[in-house]
């Protein structure tokens, strides 16, 4: 007898529909020409399915709006407050925590408060606004991932490991007193949303203690590390998630958090820490840039949201589901041919564009060039992920990033797995025609994350 396949489905059932707006090519070129061939400038009423970011585009619950209408928004002390500290205390095992109106406000915050002039900030490479606000604070940024991860064909299956001896060869070159932190992402999403082993962490934590150096978990997408160490890593198998996030979380000291990932909000985050001292300076610094200390810019309903959220997202079956939607498209490109990052990471597909594109040079912006050309042929919109969105280092020159990726962000528990179909499609088609395609030239260039608002025309 043969075995019958075991799939997977949605852990949840759809209550209410957001209805698509269907275009033209002729329309969409339009708005493509409107946009500066930046798709982060298109108009969303324009958009087919939306894989610009997975960033605070999740689907909320039913039991996420209910807590809506629970909101408390007394200016100090509101219920809601106390309600996500608990949960932060129970599920990330944070002491402290200060809320913020997105994760860059937690991390200016820091930055502030740790970061002096000329300090050296070690991280599994760099994240856009992260590296920006350790900058702004006047420290330099140093990337400590191993070399695998900035390799697209690789397959090793931790490839946001921090490599120590990069670490060692810093303490010894600045000397720990100049390092406050290691910036350390779990869920590289630069490096295509490429886990860090539990192995690699416990060696960091014996590693920084010796130097006594703090750890500051970026734990935007601690959920998604946490499955592939339970699928990948002996002694986790049996694990749950929310055990994992929580081990995950103890080998760090603070953490900042885009609640508009993992924790399935439209807007949110927070600064957890365990430090009282770290955690009284970052209550003074919130009142300045974000609001009180028991809101951070947030709205009482907003917090309770994002309580509820960080329950569901530590859920087993849902974070099963998240990751193989993002598996099942990027099984479909490889079939397809088309080159993409693998290991296939958490929260979206990486289409090498440097593969994809190889007669277009990188001054020439080949993943920019193919997200226009994806969107152009089917209303998918995605981002690039390569030289516009590295911009330039403090002398001027160009960043030139190894990867130059488009990427394709899968928002959660929004999409079905037919719209995935439709996508690989669409990524075939241009793939199909890509030696006709050409480069471009940026005609507008805003001086902070460029990759935001830059224009660019026909080369
Ligand atoms: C999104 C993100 C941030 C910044 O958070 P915002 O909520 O967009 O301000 C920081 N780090 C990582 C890894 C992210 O993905």
């Not at 990330?92 to 406000?105: A, D, F, S």
């Not at 130059?404 to 025609?433: C, G, N």
Request: proline share 3%; aromatic share 10%; glycine share 8%.
């Amino acid at each position: 007898m043969k075995t019958i396949k075991q799939s997977w489905a949605e852990p949840y059932k759809i209550k209410m529909v957001e209805l698509l707006k269907m275009t033209t090519p002729k329309q969409r070129q339009k708005a493509l020409e409107e946009a500066g061939y930046n798709t982060f400038l298109l108009k969303s009423e324009d958009v087919y399915i939306d894989l610009l970011t997975d960033s605070g585009t999740s689907a909320m619950s039913d039991k996420q709006w209910a807590g809506m209408m629970l909101g408390d928004e007394a200016y100090a002390g509101s219920c809601n407050f106390y309600h996500l500290e608990q949960v932060v205390q129970e599920v990330y095992g944070y002491k402290y925590l200060i809320p913020t109106h997105q994760g860059r406000g937690a991390e200016n915050i820091l930055s502030k408060i740790l970061i002096r002039e000329g300090d050296i900030i070690p991280g599994n490479m760099y994240f856009t606004t992260t590296r920006l606000h350790q900058e702004l604070a006047g420290g330099i940024f140093k990337d400590i991932i191993i070399d695998e991860a900035h390799d697209p064909e690789n397959e090793f299956p931790f490839k946001g490991n921090i490599d120590l001896m990069k670490l060692d060869v810093l303490i010894k070159e600045y000397g720990a007193k100049r390092i406050p932190y290691i910036c350390m992402a779990t869920s590289v999403n630069m490096a295509g949303g490429q886990p860090i082993s539990m192995q690699n962490l416990k060696e960091l934590r014996a590693m920084t203690t010796k130097h006594g150096i703090r750890v500051i978990h970026d734990m935007t997408r601690v959920a998604e590390n946490a499955y592939f160490i339970q699928q990948r890593e002996k002694g986790y198998e049996n694990k749950t998630i929310r055990e994992i996030v929580k081990e995950i979380n103890s080998y760090t000291d603070g953490a900042t958090m885009s609640a508009k990932k993992d924790a399935l909000v439209n807007i949110g985050g927070f600064l957890a820490l365990n430090d009282w001292d770290i955690f009284e300076e970052a209550r003074n610094l919130v009142v300045v840039y974000e609001g009180l200390h028991t809101y951070g810019g947030l709205a009482g309903r907003d917090m309770e949201a994002m309580a509820i959220g960080i329950t569901e997202s530590v859920n087993d079956d849902h974070i099963r589901a998240r990751v193989g939607q993002v598996i099942y498209l990027g099984k479909k490109m490889i079939e397809y041919g088309i080159p993409i990052v693998k290991p296939i990471g958490g929260h979206g597909i990486f289409v090498d564009a440097k593969k994809f594109l190889p007669q277009i040079p990188q001054e020439q912006f080949p993943a920019q060039t193919l997200a226009a050309e994806i969107y152009l042929d089917s209303g998918v919109r995605t981002m690039e992920r390569g030289i516009v969105s590295a911009g330039r280092k403090a002398n001027g020159e160009n960043h030139y990033p190894n990867l130059e990726l488009v990427r394709f962000t899968i928002p959660r528990r929004v999409y079905t797995q037919a719209h995935m179909d439709v996508i690989a499609e669409s990524v075939a088609r241009v793939y199909e025609k890509r030696k006709e395609i050409k480069g471009m030239k940026m005609v507008y260039e805003p001086k902070y994350l460029r990759f935001f608002q830059a224009l660019f025309e026909k080369a």
